[in-house]
């Protein structure tokens, strides 16, 4: 019983998630991660609601997921995780995974029903010049939810956390915002429903009201239990998370929303943005809000495997949207790791390991034909398919997709930039 | 030796004084307050100086005080302060004391002689609704300063400090800002050299990026060190004293100081707002600025005496601009601590014990004629006035100051704050 305690306790140490750093060993243990975040599955009812209310099929992303239901974020959660710096997460046996706060969510679903509307917030922080897959599935989630609903979309961009955070001047977080912020475009955002804006640029008046409004309501033990913050990390750090609190208040953009405070909002993304949106929880009926519902995702798998971590310093790790035909060749044929067998009469026999393979797991997000997927894991399971045969499918399929999104970006111009980013109303934002 | 090391960290203890709050028990070691803060005893050479650059005589304020001349703040006084959370002074023995950055003020005056302009900066948190007198007397010395410098002046109502400490809604705090800004108006400053800020108004571009530019260099343990945080405190608190900082920088106002972010920066302000720039001259030459220089007073004294503490919850322990004549009648006569002795006899006999005397102090404060000043001091002193005569005079000179400031008060508009407020160039603002 006490080893049993031992090796759980292990286990958690070796898992960290948080906003700036994801990284995990071995095995997840998904019951205990629902238990601690107090979720439960995701009601299989929802997802054909939302099938029935958009007249759409269900996104690929929301059809093959393992997807967790999370019932509430009741407010003594959050002492809970006061208590534990840092969660149980991870990204091993679920490709991805989506986490619907189901009452919250079934709570949208209720008013959209009877015809009233909400909007939609995600963001990014804008650290890296090139995007890789795993950022691009957020906001491809979130263009399927803003054409499904036919919603506003406000992006945030960070580029003040990325100044806070990293060894990088305001002007290069600016430069990086507005770089990413073409990609995000790209993703074929209606710009007459879309909102963008970086922190830099828009931090003032009702959102800096808001900001304090939530800031006056955490306290710095809280924030401690949330986020994890030493005596040496710096102020900033301390005063960043109401700045990604408060899009969540439709009342922190008057010019999109005056007169509409009561706006529900619904927020998608990855999941280790939890502890923001936890707190923003927290406070938000205390401020006389709605908490925001939350579909947040599990991490895209590097190409190393389920235990390894896609990173910046290696490029080997990830496929950007900036690689060229050749690099994704290179990089799935050399990099990705397969479920196969060592030897070819092996595989024949045993066939490939399709839990631990990474270009089965790449395709089930990127390989839209639900018969061919399933074909490809029926042989390829079953060793009638060899890993070079399935990464010869995967490369077609991303090299497709890159080409596609750097075709869409070279389109994306300053203009157009600044057109998303202007301060202004949407007015068919809800047509 | 030991009993006087105990005494001595007795009396440390009694003694309180940071941004948020003030008190001290018995008397004060002056000489123990330079050591502490790296200071030495003003040059009276400085002071002539300034009588010769500014062709104008030194202010009252400055005649008259006892004035300590802050050496420098190195910054190893950063990391002793860290370790003391609440810093000695006291407003016993001195009724109004102004401590001088020398070096740095000596540095502006051989820049203003050189030709160069500075800048002036104060502020006030707007808490109450009417300001006592003591709020007054930054106000009063600053006007001097623009008009005896021909310089430009930035002031700040900290509306969003007062919202996270106080039990107060924002729009409160803005209400009172508004009202606090038109009894600083009325204090004579010139429209065309003054630009007033509320932070809920201007917090936003380049102030919030020279915000997060001093947020990112100090560590929460060097913001508990001089600010005396506790984990209780909510973040709120600990994400302020950025925002008190970056007006010591010209390029937090581009609409001001664009082309001219290398202009120095002079804060004239009571001394328990010590530590926020005590913070902004650690950070300052970190991020390629000036340290603003600084002019502290100390504070002035209760009614009841050099010990008492003026209190907004006393009506009776200050006089206020609001107080009628007869008000300031009955104050002054019945809660003004006198000096002179019990009985008619023993005053003649021994005089008045001036060092502890409130209607001296306030005299000294507030009756221009130093010659009138020196005779009442010496008559009462000598026990030939009485203190019932001199009290008299005093509320003469209060009724005829309170009198003058209610007048000018009336006459501002709100459109008068609307102009000191409006984000507009200052043309003329070194004419």
């Known amino acids: 019983m006490a080893a049993a305690r031992e090796s759980e306790k292990k286990q958690e140490e070796e898992q960290v998630v948080n ?97 009233d509307k909400f909007y939609l917030y995600t963001g990014r922080g804008p650290s890296s010049e090139a995007l890789h897959l795993g950022h691009l599935i957020p906001f491809m989630f979130t263009k399927y939810l803003q054409d499904a609903f036919k919603v506003p979309l406000i992006i945030q961009l960070t580029d003040d956390e990325k100044f806070l955070w990293k060894n990088l001047t305001i002007e290069e977080s600016q430069r990086l915002a507005r770089e990413n912020a073409k990609d995000i475009i790209a993703c074929g955002f209606d710009i007459s429903k879309t909102f963008i804006f970086t922190d830099f640029n828009y931090v003032g008046g009702s959102f800096y009201k808001n900001m304090l409004e939530v800031a006056k309501r955490v306290t710095y033990n809280q924030a401690v239990g949330i986020f994890g913050f030493t005596g040496e990390d710096h102020i900033g750090k301390v005063s960043f998370p109401p700045v990604q609190a408060v899009p969540s208040f439709p009342s922190s953009f008057p010019h999109l929303f005056s007169g509409k405070e009561n706006l529900r909002c619904l927020i998608p993304c990855a999941i280790d943005q939890d502890p923001y949106f936890r707190m923003t929880r927290d406070v938000a009926p205390r401020i006389g809000c709605h908490k925001p519902a939350l579909i947040e995702s599990l991490f895209f798998p590097a190409l190393q495997g389920e235990t390894g971590k896609m990173s910046a310093s290696d490029p080997n790790s990830a ?113």
Chains 1, 2 share one sequence.
């Open 19 to 115: 906003p700036w750093e994801v990284s995990a060993k071995g095995k997840i243990d998904y019951d205990k991660l629902i238990d601690r975040f107090g979720c439960q599955r995701l009601d299989e009812g929802l997802i054909s609601r939302l099938h029935r209310l958009t007249s759409r099929p269900p996104h690929v992303f929301l059809r093959r997921g393992v997807f967790f239901a999370h019932r509430y974020f009741p407010s003594f959660l959050l002492s809970i995780t006061e208590t534990t710096n840092e969660r149980v997460v991870s990204f091993c046996f679920v490709l991805f995974c989506f986490v619907l706060c189901c009452s919250d969510f079934a709570e949208i679903l209720d008013a959209y029903e009877r015809g």
């Open 319 to 431: 496929i950007y949207v900036t690689d060229s035909a050749k690099e994704i060749k290179n990089k799935v044929n050399k990099h990705a790791f397969s479920g196969g067998q060592d030897s070819i009469e092996k595989h024949r026999q045993l066939g490939a390991n399709l839990e631990v393979d990474i270009p089965i797991k790449y395709l089930t997000f990127f390989l839209e034909d639900d018969v061919e997927l399933e074909h490809i894991k029926k042989e390829y399971g079953e060793g009638r398919m060899l890993t070079g045969e399935v990464k010869q499918r995967l490369v077609e399929v991303l090299t497709e997709l890159v080409e596609r999104h750097r075709r869409a970006r070279a389109s994306v111009t300053e203009e157009m930039v600044n057109a998303f980013m202007a301060i202004r109303p949407l007015p068919h934002m809800f047509d």
